[in-house]
């Protein structure tokens, strides 16, 4: 994804060149055109950086025993209503038990099964 974007950018900013170094292209029209090639790399870098920094700060695991129901329904596809019932249901020996005691479907379940562990 980085590679992909990084590589974009770079792509752009070769187009931009090769248009700026036109024959008919003024001085003004090349500073112009370079200005808003930076701005635009600038944006993109920013924008994967933010989007790294998301990812990796979102896939912390979640305790079922001990979460809170903000915590919970913070996991994906999970209510403030299935985040109460996994707090009525505990305590869990494990994460597969909100499925064998039909607090989740198998499906809801699969959703979340990375970002969830049972701690004693």
């Given amino acids: 994804m980085l590679t992909r974007s990084l590589s974009c950018a ?4 070769v187009l931009g060149c090769c248009i700026a170094c036109s024959p008919n292209a003024t001085p003004d029209q090349i500073r ?12 993109d870098s ?3 950086a933010e989007g790294l920094k998301d ?10 025993n001990h979460a809170s129901k903000a915590e919970l ?5 999970i209510t403030d209503k299935q985040a109460d019932h996994i707090i009525s249901e505990r305590p869990y020996a494990n994460t597969h038990q909100l499925v064998s005691r039909h607090v989740l479907t198998e ?4 959703q979340i099964e ?3 562990v049972v701690n004693r």
Wanted: net charge positive.
């Fill in 107 to 110: 499906d809801e379940f699969s």
């Fill in 55 to 64: 990812g990796l700060s979102n896939k912390r695991a979640v305790d079922i």
């Fill in 32 to 43: 112009q055109k370079t200005a808003e090639e930076t701005a635009a790399i600038k944006r």
């Fill in 46 to 48: 920013k924008a994967v």
């Fill in 73 to 77: 329904s913070d996991l994906p596809g």
């Fill in 10 to 13: 770079l792509g752009v900013v």
């Fill in 114 to 116: 990375s970002r969830v």
